[in-house]
């Protein structure tokens, strides 16, 4: 059988490449892909520690049983289930172009809604004393809209008649530009200040989402310092 491994952020460094086609023998399981991904690409063998797994965007363990055209996908920690609706999406985006502060605002925004809070998080023009030029993200898509639309609905069940929207940039974001816009509206300024906090930390700590900082010096590293929730 056939599955694709998907490779993201310092997991692609290791393999070469972000996309790879492997052949299995039927009934193989995600360890048998892993152990055929140790001989082929031992650089891997220091990083299985802080690596995840995901099957068709699903954590798994190396015990979870492949098909014919399944999706693998290796996920470095991250630096910081249910159908969509069509409200979700326009809630939990990823843009590959400039982010559009106003449709967040709209997408929160009502006449029962007193307070909005919005947190816009702009690229720094250095990290621990290094210039930067540019940040790039890549995210692996499905799982991180999917992450996103989880945490909306969960502030929002938690706090009646607040809405929040979570806007992410992908790609490259020069210095001073947006790289995530969350807005939060709410009948009172208190449960809109701490969603807004709350959706940022849950963000950044569980979303498939991963920058590399681009140095003055021509250097590049990817920034994975938070484990990936599992």
């Known amino acids: 059988m056939n599955v694709r491994l998907l490779a993201f952020a310092s997991a692609a460094d290791a393999v070469g490449a972000s996309q790879l086609d492997f052949e299995l023998a039927e009934g193989s399981d995600v360890g048998a892909l892993l152990s055929q991904l140790e001989v082929s690409f031992p650089q891997l063998g220091a990083m299985w520690s802080r690596l995840a797994v995901a099957v068709d965007g699903e954590i798994v363990d190396r015990r979870a049983a492949l098909h014919d055209g399944a999706e693998v996908a290796?996920?470095?920690?991250?630096?910081?289930?249910?159908?969509?609706?069509?409200?979700?999406?326009?809630?939990?985006?990823?843009?590959?172009?400039?982010?559009?502060?106003?449709?967040?605002?709209?997408?929160v925004s009502g006449p029962t809604r007193g307070a909005l809070v919005l947190f816009v998080g702009t690229v720094r023009g250095h990290h621990q004393g290094e210039a930067i030029t540019r940040l790039t993200y890549s995210a692996y898509r499905p799982m991180a809209q999917q992450v996103l639309r989880r945490i909306i609905r969960d502030l929002e069940n938690e706090v009646p008649?607040?809405?929040?929207?979570?806007?992410?940039?992908?790609?490259?974001?020069?210095v001073g530009s947006a790289s995530v816009v969350i807005a939060v509206a709410s009948p009172h300024r208190a449960?809109?200040?701490?969603?807004?906090?709350?959706?940022?930390?849950?963000?950044?700590?569980?979303?498939?989402?991963?920058?590399?900082?681009?140095?003055?010096?021509?250097?590049?590293?990817?920034?994975?310092?938070?484990?990936?929730?599992?």
Do not use: C, M, T
Not at 216 to 226: D, K
């Open 74 to 107: 290796l996920l470095p920690p991250v630096s910081g289930g249910a159908p969509a609706l069509a409200e979700d999406l326009a809630a939990a985006q990823l843009f590959d172009g400039p982010l559009v502060v106003e449709a967040a605002i709209e997408r």
């Open 161 to 174: 008649d607040l809405r929040a929207a979570i806007h992410h940039r992908l790609g490259d974001v020069q």
């Open 191 to 230: 449960a809109a200040y701490a969603a807004s906090r709350r959706a940022l930390e849950r963000l950044k700590a569980e979303a498939p989402i991963w920058k590399r900082e681009h140095f003055a010096s021509g250097s590049a590293a990817w920034r994975e310092i938070e484990p990936l929730i599992r």
